[in-house]
């Protein structure tokens, strides 16, 4: 069992900032790329930002210049720094791990897509 479990959604002033974590436990033996999705009521999730195992970057040109992702590989967790928000920045946003699980190692499975339950960012003044 692995979970993915993400904090530090809120209410922020447009123009503010806001940080974003998602930490992953379980039966992981390994993971490999981490990324931050978001969904806005009617629309569909898009990406916002990945960073890989070896710590490459990138993001949504929405997002560029704003928003920095970021993870901590002893803690197995990831962070999604987001700066001078918008009202469009307003969603749910999930993080999402690459990753190969104890059992998937032993029996010689391909790592998978896990997801978090998601956590609500709302920029309103």
């Known amino acids: 069992q692995v979970r993915l479990v993400e904090s530090g959604g809120g209410l922020v002033q447009p123009g503010g900032p806001l940080r974003l974590s998602c930490a992953a436990s379980?039966?992981?033996?390994?993971?490999?790329?981490r990324a931050w999705y978001r969904q806005a009521p009617g629309t569909q999730r898009e990406l916002v930002a990945a960073?890989?195992?070896?710590?490459?970057?990138s993001y949504a040109d929405s997002v560029k210049g704003r928003f920095t992702i970021t993870r901590d590989n002893a803690k197995n967790t990831v962070y999604l720094q987001m700066n001078s928000l918008k009202a469009e920045d307003t969603a749910v946003y999930y993080c999402?791990?690459?990753?190969?699980?104890?059992?998937?190692?032993?029996?010689?499975?391909?790592?998978?897509?896990?997801w978090g339950q998601g956590t609500q960012v709302t920029i309103s003044s």
């Open positions: 379980g039966s992981i033996f390994s993971i490999n790329g």
């Open positions: 960073i890989t195992s070896g710590g490459s970057t």
């Open positions: 999402n791990a690459n990753l190969l699980t104890t059992g998937n190692w032993h029996y010689n499975r391909p790592p998978t897509d896990c």
